[in-house]
């Protein structure tokens, strides 16, 4: 019987590829960007397999091109939303992504993202790379302090309850919380409390968005929302761009409520250099690199694998969407 044909959107590391290599005819897209919409369309018909990138827009027209030898569509992240998974339960397509292990990767660069806005890290970094460091000045880049404060993690699931045990344990921070039920495990750890979005807003000095990006969240942080947040206080996204307005974030760190943002994920992506965004002295921007460890991009490499070679040869697979 001839090897399933499988089409991989990227360069992944190399141990997810030999693993296919194994068991499929396996074709890599060679280029650093992701294909084009019209190659991507002229790759997967025939594919029983596709592993695909969060850039790549994997919807009905994609699952018609593909035809109905199509088996599983792995998906190389956590999160889903490039793909419609609606869609793909009607032709009965596999759909896996990659959880857990890219957590504390995550977890960390959330982190990262807070300190830096909250301690004017781009204005000084741009500061001394463009000559603008004069001297020591008492009064220059005058951030906030961590310790004590409130975090407020909108989405307590993994990443969210990774972050929060980071800030609990690490600066004593109070722990508030959204999702949709109650986490035990996060509370028992943290202290953490499940509150409304809006007392979130309005309590946290830190908010870090964790929630999937879905109807029910696109643009959930809009100008209402961020004009609820407290004076002084910072918001962090690793989780997707299109969870916030843009132009509302640009207002409220010109004109408040907010001292600062760091964001790993906007909308779209990449953002142009040119968007008022990128250009604010007190937002940090990430290019989107929250899972970008070797240890995490190895373990999603062969989660993504495994997802495929199950959903090939009918098996289970080990992380499931649908
Ligand atoms: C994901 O996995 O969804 C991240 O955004 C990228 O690793």
């Not at 369309?41 to 827009?57: Q, Y």
């Not at 109905?68 to 992240?77: E, G, I, R, T």
């Not at 409130?150 to 690490?170: M, S």
Request: overall charge negative.
């Amino acid at each position: 019987m001839a090897a399933p044909r499988v089409f991989v959107t990227r360069q992944i590391p190399c141990i997810g590829l030999e693993r296919l290599s194994e068991h499929c005819d396996v074709e890599v897209w060679p280029g650093e960007l992701p294909p084009d919409r019209n190659t991507l369309l002229a790759k997967v018909p025939g594919a029983a397999g596709l592993l695909t990138l969060l850039s790549d827009r994997i919807d009905a027209e994609v699952f018609a091109a593909a035809g109905p030898q199509l088996k599983v569509v792995s998906n190389y992240a956590v999160g889903y939303n490039n793909i419609d998974t609606v869609e793909a339960q009607k032709r009965g397509v596999r759909v896996g992504n990659t959880p857990d292990v890219l957590t504390a990767a995550t977890a960390d660069m959330a982190v990262a993202l807070l300190l830096a806005a909250a301690r004017h890290l781009r204005e000084g970094v741009d500061d001394v790379r463009e000559g603008r460091w004069q001297t020591w000045k008492p009064l220059g880049y005058l951030g906030v302090e961590l310790s004590d404060r409130t975090i407020g993690i909108v989405g307590g699931g993994r990443i969210g309850a990774a972050v929060a045990q980071r800030l609990h344990g690490g600066w004593k921070m109070r722990v508030l919380y959204t999702a949709r039920s109650d986490k035990r495990d996060l509370e028992q750890a943290t202290g953490a409390r499940r509150v409304s979005f809006e007392e979130l807003l309005e309590e946290s000095d830190f908010v870090s968005i964790h929630c999937d990006l879905n109807p029910e969240t696109a643009g959930m942080f809009d100008a209402a929302a961020l004009q609820r947040m407290k004076p002084g206080s910072v918001l962090v996204n690793t989780a997707r761009g299109g969870v916030v307005d843009q132009d509302a974030l640009l207002e409220a760190l010109r004109n408040g409520p907010l001292l600062g943002a760091g964001l790993d994920v906007t909308d779209p992506e990449p953002l142009s250099p040119e968007h008022p965004l990128a250009q604010a002295a007190n937002c940090v921007i990430a290019p989107h690199i929250g899972s970008a460890t070797r240890e995490a991009r190895e373990a999603m490499a062969r989660i993504a694998a495994d997802n495929l070679l199950a959903g090939l040869f009918d098996q289970p697979l080990p992380a499931a969407v649908v």
